[in-house]
């Protein structure tokens, strides 16, 4: 099964992009202009928000290493309805979209990665949608917790979120606020769902936590 940490882009496309680093909170691209380049992330995370007239800021997607940026513009050249802001210091391959969409014909191995990260893509709004209809806040939050735990040590149930989530970006994925995030932490951690450590929360018993969600 091929995933993130598995894609190794092909040194003959490697070679054709150009590199470029962000600093952390660079504005990657801005929203309502049309995206000329795609972007391949060779470390670091980027956060899609959307503005509304308002002002207001809504969350629409994550993308982190060993992910593409910009293909929901290879077919056309419209204006994208988000922005693109560095949430930490991010190095990227740019490639001209047009001379990609060319690439991704000649090269297998590409076009595998490009579909196989769109389609995760997909995958992950469709939850984001289906989840934001059918769950309560805390059970978004249960939820998010439990797609960040990872196993840890010899029992198959116990499980790790390293490093600790960042409670103001995890309410902005999920709308709503910093202190719904803590509060909800908190009460976890009381129940034993949860357990604090430094620099993580560890989860003993998996099935607890996927419990919580309702």
């Known amino acids: 099964m091929i995933g993130p940490d598995s894609m ?4 003959s496309v490697r070679q054709l992009g150009v590199a470029k680093n962000y600093a952390k909170d660079a504005l990657l691209h801005f929203q309502d202009e049309v995206p000329n380049h795609i972007c391949y992330i060779m470390s670091g995370r980027v956060f899609a ?3 509304n007239i308002d002002g207001e800021e809504s969350w629409v997607a994550e993308y982190t290493q ?5 293909c929901d513009s290879l077919f056309d050249a419209e204006a994208t309805r988000y922005q693109l802001i560095a949430k930490t210091p991010v ?4 490639f001209v979209r047009e001379s990609f969409f060319e690439l991704i014909r000649q090269n297998e ?13 997909i995958k992950n709004f469709t939850i984001q949608t289906q989840e934001a209809h059918s769950l309560t806040v805390y059970g978004r ?12 040590g010899r029992d198959p149930d116990t499980f790790i979120i390293r490093p600790t989530p960042i409670f103001s970006e995890l309410a902005q994925r999920l709308g709503s606020s910093r202190e719904t995030v803590s509060r909800t932490v908190s009460k976890m951690a009381k129940k034993g769902v949860l357990e604090r450590r430094t620099g993580a929360l560890v989860v003993p018993d998996i099935f607890a936590l996927e419990g919580e969600i309702g």
């Open 8 to 11: 190794i882009l092909p040194d």
């Open 49 to 51: 928000t959307s503005i």
């Open 66 to 70: 060993g992910q593409f940026m910009g």
């Open 91 to 94: 190095t990227g391959l740019l």
């Open 141 to 152: 939050i249960a939820s998010e917790l439990r797609r960040q735990a990872k196993p840890i």
């Open 109 to 121: 191995d590409l076009n595998t990665m490009v579909l196989a990260d769109l389609s995760r893509q």
